[in-house]
Structure formats: structure tokens, C-alpha cells
């Protein structure tokens, strides 16, 4: 993988690439770095409440039964 960032003075920019990378696909992005937007700020954290009904009993028991297992070996002395 090779990336890249430049300022381009024209509004041609020409790329020489490795021997390997011809005759493969490859994909070339272009963006303006003031134009990224913060991911963090687009999707709200999640609440316990928003995992409400994903597990059916079975499930949620035996997601519960591994949670006590892994917190009884936090606590044991190794």
C-alpha cells in the first residue's frame, strides 16, 4: 500500500507507480483534509438501553453464565 499526502501547485497531478501494482486494480482517493468530519461527532455513543431485546432468554442466560465465569477468574489468585 502506498499513500501519500501532497499540495498540488496544478490541477493535473501525475503518479508513477511500483512494477508490481501494473495490471492490478487499484483505487486512487482524493479528499481535502478540512473536508473530513469527526466520526466521534456524527454517531452518539450507545446506552445500555439501546441493547434492550438483542439476546433471546437462552442467549442472555448463557451470555450471563460466561460473564460470572470470567469475573470469578478475575478475582482468583493466580
Do not use: C
Not at 511500483?18 to 450507545?46: L, Q, R, T, W
Not at 442466560?61 to 469475573?71: G, L, N, S
Request: charged share 30%.
Amino acid at each position: 500500500m502506498i499513500q501519500a499526502t501532497i499540495i498540488p501547485k496544478k490541477k493535473d497531478v501525475h503518479f508513477s507507480l511500483p512494477e508490481d501494482y501494473i495490471g492490478k486494480k487499484i483505487h486512487a482517493i482524493f479528499y481535502v483534509e478540512d473536508e473530513i468530519i469527526d466520526i466521534s461527532a456524527v454517531i452518539s455513543p450507545k446506552k445500555p438501553s439501546d441493547f434492550f431485546g438483542i439476546f433471546n432468554k437462552e442467549e442472555a442466560d448463557e451470555f450471563e453464565k460466561h460473564t460470572q465465569q470470567i469475573r470469578n477468574e478475575w478475582s482468583r489468585i493466580i
